[in-house]
């Protein structure tokens, strides 16, 4: 997992399809959405850290624009 394409893949893959229009609204909602999948014990820890850590950069990104 790389970029915020592949974090919405992996939400793909559970019936989850995220979009709202706002794109840091977006990107909080698919952080959630990624924590209760990890609860729920439906991704591996890696996967888990790994999306995190791209919808967190990402996020960041936008509140500096």
């Not at 915020?4 to 992996?10: H, K, N, S």
Request: aromatic share 10%.
């Amino acid at each position: 997992m790389r970029t915020i394409y592949d974090v919405q893949q992996l939400l793909k893959k559970f019936g989850t399809f995220i979009y709202i229009g706002n794109r840091l609204a977006d990107l909080e909602l698919m952080e959630e959405e990624i924590k209760q999948l990890y609860q729920a014990q439906c991704i591996s820890k890696e996967d888990y850290q790994m999306a995190i850590f791209l919808l967190r950069s990402e996020a960041a990104r936008e509140r500096d624009r």
